[in-house]
């Protein structure tokens, strides 16, 4: 009697699934692209830099247009815009990532605290919760660096607020509703400590929606930092931070006599506000097929 | 239903309460002493000690929050340090700047938002969905303010179409009469200064509309595809209707109600955004005086000015909800 071959049977992991997701759709795969290639390019600022921004200045040149020696031209201090942006990708990238982080642990921290124990906690983490998104998000921030004096540090903090209170309803949401679920229950059936599953049964699972969140964040909290550098809450000249280069030139009255200062800072912006918002949208969308929109 | 509105008011006290302590709380954490701050470095120790007995420094905090309160619920918010006007009175005549810049770039958002997001629906996947969401994806993810300098960069600067910024020209004389320029230059029936009004408006509302435009877009997409897999949809269909009537009779009415939520919610955020395009356009609202407020480290104004429009996005924010129990039947409020 002969038998039929057995079918290979492919398992997949959920892992693999999204990734196969994810490698599939275009945008998601230009956001990744892009992600990388601005990573690299603030790594290697250093070391590939045409001019140090913050000693290489030119007065002779000051505002001038786009040439070969400054194939973006020079600013009101007579620095080479490409040098200086390439700088600014750095710093704001480092901004963004930092606050993004702060925002990441304290949020879902507070978020798993109130999710988990509920009471008393809980309800003082909604107030909270309740109050600081009921702030329009950039005037929140002004608040924040208002109080803290302008800096880096303190744009840093300002956007790290915003971004709590939105891991916190996030986390805690998730909390919410995998701590009544079958692995939970049993952990806590056999005495586990709360601790143990908090961090070792529920961050794990609720780890994939954060990472798309945090992901997402890093976009608004770019945009964030360059519209606090741009109001001048953030760096001091000279330091080269996007936001601070275009206000530089805003407020200096030479944004429109000399476009080519505001050009490349600005698109840079929105370069890297543009990749990690596909990236964000694509790792959803692998994550949670569903949650297409 | 008014039981409903009631709770929500009630709901919303704890809110306010917070927003005022937390407002209040970040103005004790600026460093320096408020009274040397308004009297100016020269001033004597014993000025100082009796400007502080006035504004009340030397009492506890809780009395100092209280009183501050009490004066917030007068509408007193203080003085100008810079300028010595009260806050309130800048932000009666500020606000309907800012209003008013805010409607005229919403009305941006809704015009262009809605049709190119019905459009993309229906043609799913064809090259103007493709161009309608790249390019919405592109407005959100743009500074604003960048789009607003290049706006009058190329409109203003080089072909000269339009004004660089303000609301009226130097030519224009409009005696206001509700703050409103649009209304106002109408009531006059002076229609050269409605054009100059109009002329004035066009680029920061297109600016400050950018990201409600694109979200809107986005929003009445998906809601318009959502409603377009339902089976009533598929029945308007099989029973041979013309597809025009099936999309704007059948499909828009139900895809319209999330839409009419976050063109509520964004306008809250308007209110806000507008700190960045009005400092573009030297616009005389709300938020180029905080940013003036902020330059000039005139801390009362920038309280009155944050604690007054996070109470309008509140109260904005609480209408919208409101305003979904007239609009959805379906829906109960117990």
Redo the contacts between chains.
């Keep these: 009697m002969e038998t039929l071959p057995a079918r290979p049977v492919v398992r997949q992991s959920s892992f693999q699934k999204a990734r196969k997701r994810f490698l599939r759709s275009i945008s998601a795969r230009i956001g990744l692209f892009l992600t990388v290639a601005i990573v690299l390019l603030a790594i290697l600022a250093p070391v590939l830099r045409p001019f140090d921004p913050a000693t290489a200045r030119d007065f002779a040149a000051r505002l001038s247009p786009p040439s070969v020696t400054y194939p973006f031209g020079t600013d009101g201090l007579g620095r080479d815009m490409l040098s200086l942006v390439w700088y600014g990708i750095r710093i704001s990238l480092l901004v963004s990532l930092v606050s993004v982080g702060l925002g990441l642990i304290i949020g879902t921290f507070l978020g798993l605290i109130a999710g988990y124990f509920r009471g008393w906690s809980e309800r003082m983490i909604s107030?909270?919760t309740?109050?600081l998104l009921?702030?329009?998000?950039?005037?929140l921030a002004?608040?924040?660096a208002?109080?803290i004096?302008p800096s880096l540090q303190s744009v840093m903090i300002a956007v790290a607020v915003v971004q709590i209170p939105i891991f916190i309803r996030l986390t805690r949401s998730m909390v919410l509703s995998l701590r009544e679920q079958g692995f939970v229950q049993t952990a806590r059936a056999f005495g586990a400590k709360p601790e143990r599953i908090i961090f070792n049964h529920i961050l794990p699972a609720s780890l994939a929606p954060l990472v798309v969140q945090a992901t997402l964040a890093i976009?608004t909290a770019t945009?964030e930092a360059?519209?606090l550098g741009?109001?001048?809450?953030g760096a001091k000249p000279p330091t080269p931070e996007l936001?601070t280069l275009?206000s530089d030139s805003?407020t200096n009255g030479y944004?429109?006599s000399a476009?080519w200062t505001?050009?490349l800072?600005?698109l840079m912006?929105?370069l890297i506000?543009?990749a990690f918002?596909?990236l964000g949208d694509g790792l959803r969308d692998s994550i949670d097929p569903r949650a297409n929109? | 239903m008014l039981r409903y509105i009631a709770k929500r008011l009630l709901d919303l006290l704890?809110?306010l309460l917070?927003?005022t302590l937390?407002?209040f709380l970040?103005?004790q954490?600026?460093?320096g002493d408020p009274a040397v701050v308004l009297l100016g470095q020269r001033a004597t120790p014993d000025q100082v000690e009796a400007l502080r007995e006035r504004l009340g420094l030397n009492q506890p905090l809780p009395v100092q929050y209280l009183a501050w309160l009490g004066r917030l619920i007068q509408f007193d918010l203080g003085r100008s340090i810079i300028s010595g006007i009260p806050i309130t009175r800048e932000i009666a005549t500020r606000f309907p700047a800012t209003f008013e810049l805010s409607l005229a770039a919403m009305m941006v958002a809704v015009v262009l938002g809605v049709p190119a997001g019905i459009i993309a629906a229906v043609r799913k996947n064809g090259w103007i969905d493709n161009i309608a969401m790249s390019t919405s994806?592109?407005g959100?993810?743009?500074?604003v303010?960048?789009?607003g300098?290049?706006l009058?960069?190329l409109f203003a600067?080089n072909l000269q179409l339009l004004p660089?910024s303000g609301r009226l020209g130097v030519a224009t004389n409009l005696q206001p009469i509700t703050g409103f320029y649009l209304l106002d230059s109408l009531l006059r029936l002076d229609f050269r200064a409605f054009g100059d009004v109009v002329a004035h408006l066009i680029l920061p509302a297109l600016t400050l509309g950018t990201i409600p435009l694109a979200i809107i877009a986005?929003i009445t997409r998906?809601a318009m595809l959502e409603v377009l897999s339902q089976d009533y949809i598929r029945t308007a269909r099989a029973k041979g209707l013309m597809e025009r009537w099936v999309i704007n009779k059948h499909a828009l009415k139900n895809a319209l109600l999330p839409v009419v939520t976050i063109v509520g919610l964004q306008f809250?955020?308007l209110?806000?955004?507008a700190?960045?395009t009005e400092?573009?356009f030297s616009w005389p609202g709300l938020g180029s005086w905080?940013?003036n407020g902020?330059?000039t480290r005139d801390?009362p104004v920038?309280q009155g000015g944050?604690v007054f429009?996070?109470i309008v996005?509140?109260l904005i924010?609480l209408l919208v909800d409101i305003s979904y129990a007239f609009l959805d039947p379906r829906i109960q409020y117990k």
Excluded: E, H, K, Q
């Excluded at chain 1, 009921?134 to 005037?139: A, R």
């Design positions: 107030w909270l309740d109050i009921s702030f329009p998000s950039i005037l002004i608040a924040v208002t109080v004096g976009g945009l360059a519209g741009f109001l001048g809450l936001g275009l805003f944004a429109l476009p505001i050009i800072p600005g912006i929105t506000v543009l918002n596909l929109r | 704890p809110v917070g927003i937390l407002v970040f103005l954490l600026i460093p994806l592109l959100v993810s743009m500074p303010y960048w789009l300098l290049l009058v960069y600067v660089p986005r998906s809250g955020t209110l806000s955004g700190i960045l400092t573009i905080i940013y902020i330059l801390y920038v944050v429009v996070a996005f509140v924010n």
